[in-house]
């Protein structure tokens, strides 16, 4: 059974950082696009970044923001999502993804692209205040 599983969620200060884990189990994230999404209560879920495993393309969102990157232990089958200098408005819920569809990890990474995930994460929650 293929399981994603968040971790890493909690309280951080404003200016502060953070390292998001989702761990992969029953399945080989090779061939496949990983993507984080967050959602705040009354919003729908909004994409972040992805990355293609294997290859360690990565695309993001936002790309000219500079505090979001993506990352990758092979070994552990783990795909990171570490955020620096964060905000009040960066507190959400986090969710990772996986697909196998080439379109739906791509740039920019949009929010009509979520639908194209289809094993998902329970989410991790994030708070950013003081």
């Known amino acids: 059974q293929p399981q994603l599983v968040e971790s890493g969620g909690g309280s951080v200060q404003p200016g502060g950082s953070l390292r998001l884990s989702c761990t992969a189990s029953?399945?080989?994230?090779?061939?496949?696009?990983i993507g984080w999404f967050r959602q705040s209560p009354g919003e729908g879920r909004e994409p972040v970044a992805c990355?293609?495993?294997?290859?360690?393309?990565?695309h993001y969102a936002d790309p000219g923001q500079g505090r979001v990157t993506i990352t990758k232990d092979v070994a552990a089958n783990i795909v990171y999502l570490e955020m620096n200098r964060m905000k009040p408005e960066d507190a959400a819920d986090y969710f990772c993804?996986?697909?196998?569809?080439?379109?739906?990890?791509?740039?920019?990474?949009?929010?009509?692209?979520?639908?194209?995930?289809?094993?998902w994460g329970q989410g991790t929650q994030v708070t950013v205040s003081s």
């Open positions: 993804a996986a697909t196998l569809s080439r379109p739906y990890c791509t740039s920019p990474f949009a929010r009509h692209l979520v639908r194209g995930f289809d094993i």
């Open positions: 990355m293609w495993f294997e290859e360690g393309l990565t």
């Open positions: 029953g399945f080989s994230l090779d061939r496949y696009a």
